[in-house]
């Protein structure tokens, strides 16, 4: 494994060459297998500091979860209400970051401004890792996305992916970007407003990977080895917090999976991806099948968060 992260930010999939992504894969699998034999204090004394301006559930909790396995501990806030900068003050994300850095050794950064992760970690005095900033990318999702293909496909080279709901969302930009590195076939499912950058699917084409548009899940089902999943009802990811809605409409069937569809055309290897939360664009049907990759991806990014933070803290 390179040293690539050690005492680094990680803003942006663009940080992984292939062998980078190759190596650090190696080192989940290695971090998983330690885990499950021996109690890990590998950062015991460190802390990790979460810095949610946005909401969350799995991103903060896992990265929390990892850190506390290793040994570590953990401080922050999951509402910038409950801070100086949800107030009358509303305290600026450059000075939050400088003030931060003297309280952990790796912070944990959610924001709904695209960019921000950027922004903040030239202020920070200590290592950032993006969790999601506004449209822009999800790195450390992607890299939960693309090692629970790998782990179920045994490789990445040669697989077929449909990616299914809106395609600007930033989860889908860094695992496009992970997917460059291999020669994947790229199925796009999306409604019309929800294309993806295109400049980003140059991008992936340019680097080998097949991009091909599909009117609808169904269709790239019979040839597919992952579909991996996000809403197209959703709310806007530039805004901080979302109340529900009273009426969500509903998503058309172009980008719904259920049991009977996966039955009657998906091939029995087939891995269903989601990052979660879902709405009705995936049935609770698919849980109980085989094709449902969602709970394992989520036991994955604990182990994916723990070979991070060791390598960005030297553990």
Known sequence: MTDTLKQADLLSMRQFGRAELEGFFERVAMVAR????????SLEGRILVSAFYQNSTRTRLSHESAMLRLGGRVAGFADPASTRAGDHFQESLGDIA??????????VLRHPQTGAAESFAAHANVPVINAGDGWGEHPTQALADLYTAREH????????????GDLRMRTMRSVLLGLRHYACTVLLAHPDDMSPDPALIEEVRASGC???????????????DAVYMEPVVQPDYGVGRHLAEADKPSTPAAYKVDRAMLEAGARPELLVLHSLPRLDELSLDVDATAHNG?????????????????EILGG
């Open 98 to 107: 400088t003030m931060l850095s003297n309280y952990g050794d790796v912070i």
């Open 153 to 164: 496909c045994g490789r990445l080279d040669g697989t077929t992916w449909i990616l299914s």
């Open 34 to 41: 330690r885990s499950r034999r021996e109690s890990l204090r």
């Open 294 to 310: 969602y709970w394992r991806e989520a036991t994955n990014a604990v182990h994916i968060r723990m070979a991070l933070l060791e």
């Open 210 to 224: 097949t991009v091909e548009r599909i009117s609808s899940i169904a269709e790239g089902l019979p040839r597919a």
